[in-house]
């Protein structure tokens, strides 16, 4: 696998310069809770890394036989700086090297390109104004969601709960969805199928303060540590504006409407 991170991208708020989608028309309907999973299923990416890492992705566009995937810098930045080799799995099973990887200065966002011959769909990417209270839903590959401990990709639901007012490392807004460590660069989903944010935090509680609360040491503390229930993306919006600036000129299918019309009678959420 051949792997270079080119560059380092800067920060701005301008959205100019995007391609147009090839798709005429995006379906901006509400949909069903299994329609939903199916959109996410053929979309969302499985980052692996040569040191048995992973993290996850959605595939945003496709351009001839490459491919482009957005997914958080933290999950292809080594911290101990090793110079590891990533491939990516789209939802065919297939396993593809990664080719090319860059890194957004300020927010904790990457692309990841890599080839894809084939017929592959790509998630449109909502940019209209996101609230509290919204229903969401969210899709990544958690580390050890299986009795045997392979990779299973989860989607679950929530909710809107806050939008920061300043972002911290990009990431702005709060949902209630169910995460896990390696849903880090997941989709969050809104109800017509769109990608609205990037997955990359979800809230632990902190072990020391459950070891002064209950008079126990850290390292017993750190077992019983668990989710708060709220974790953070980053907005599509800041993403667009970040890769505009930068002159990524892919593909992009962008979409400006919120979710129109209502859900299928007789279909339940995930």
């Known amino acids: 696998m051949n792997k270079s991170i080119v560059g380092v991208l800067c920060s701005t708020v301008v959205l100019v310069g995007l391609q147009a989608s090839s798709h005429a028309q995006i379906d901006e309907t509400i949909k069903s809770g299994p329609e939903l999973n199916a959109i996410s299923q053929a979309t969302t990416l499985l980052i692996m890394n040569s040191s048995g890492g992973h993290g996850s992705g959605s595939l945003i566009a496709k351009e001839g036989n490459t491919c482009?995937?957005?997914t958080n810098a933290h999950v292809v930045v080594s911290e101990s700086g090793q110079d590891l080799q990533f491939a990516v799995r789209t939802a065919d099973q297939?396993?593809?090297p990664v080719t090319n990887i860059q890194v957004f200065r300020n927010e904790d966002l990457a692309l990841v390109t890599f080839g894809c011959e084939g017929d592959y769909q790509t998630i449109p990417l909502a940019t209209y104004q996101l609230s509290p209270g919204q229903e969401v839903y969210l899709s990544g590959w958690p580390a050890d969601s299986t009795p045997d401990g392979s990779y299973v990709r989860q989607f679950t639901s929530g909710s809107i709960s806050t939008?920061?007012?300043r972002?911290?490392?990009?990431?702005?807004v709060g949902y209630t969805n169910?995460?896990?460590s390696g849903m880090a660069g997941g989709q969050v989903l809104d109800q017509a199928g769109r990608l609205v944010a990037i997955h990359g935090v979800g809230a632990i509680e902190d072990p020391r303060r459950i070891a002064a609360r209950l008079g126990v040491d850290e390292s017993t503390a750190a077992g019983?540590?668990?989710?708060?229930g709220f974790?953070?993306?980053?907005?599509v919006t800041t993403f667009l504006a970040r890769a505009s600036q930068a002159g990524l000129n892919y593909p992009f299918e962008v979409v400006f409407s919120t979710p129109q019309g209502t859900a299928p009678q007789g279909d339940l959420c995930l």
Not at 167 to 172: K, L, S, T
Not at 224 to 228: F, G, I, M
Not at 231 to 235: A, E, L, S, V
Request: aromatic share 8%; proline share 7%.
């Open 224 to 228: 019983l540590a668990d989710k708060t």
């Open 68 to 70: 482009v995937g957005v």
């Open 163 to 165: 939008i920061l007012d």
């Open 231 to 235: 974790n953070y993306g980053i907005p």
């Open 178 to 180: 169910v995460t896990n």
């Open 167 to 172: 972002p911290v490392a990009g990431y702005q």
């Open 94 to 96: 297939e396993a593809h």
